[in-house]
Structure formats: structure tokens, C-alpha cells
């Protein structure tokens, strides 16, 4: 397991959160997804190391912007 942990821009509550833990668990490969508002950070869980671009597109779908590795 990989763990990685990522910094993500304009999450404001809890509906942030989730919206965007919802958007990165549905990526292939990825076993968990969990934000920690107060850091603006998500932690991804994966078997192999997911892309950056892949994780940046989620996070975009979901509103927001990944700004690199926390």
C-alpha cells in the first residue's frame, strides 16, 4: 500500500470534503480517500502510485484544485 498525501485549494466544509473524498475513491486503484479540512490536504490510499494528473482531474471535477504534494 501507498499512502500519499496531497494538498488541495478552495475546500471550505464538511460538503467539501466529501465531495472530493467521493470524486478521488472512485479512481482506479485507489482504496480510501480522506480529507483533513483544517490542513486542506487529502491522503490517498492506493496499491500503486496513482498519477497526479489523474488525482488533479478528480479534484477538479469536484470543484476544487490539487496543488501538489502536502
Do not use: F, N
Request: aromatic fraction near 2%; charge should be negative; include cysteine.
Amino acid at each position: 500500500m501507498t499512502i500519499r498525501t496531497y494538498r488541495v485549494e478552495g475546500m471550505t466544509c464538511g460538503h467539501c470534503a466529501r465531495s472530493v473524498e467521493q470524486e478521488v475513491s472512485a479512481l482506479d486503484g485507489v482504496e480510501t480517500a480522506t480529507v483533513d479540512l483544517s490542513a486542506a490536504t487529502v491522503a490517498v490510499e492506493s496499491v500503486d502510485e496513482i498519477p497526479e494528473q489523474h488525482l488533479s482531474a478528480a479534484v477538479i471535477d469536484a470543484g476544487y484544485a490539487l496543488v501538489g504534494r502536502a
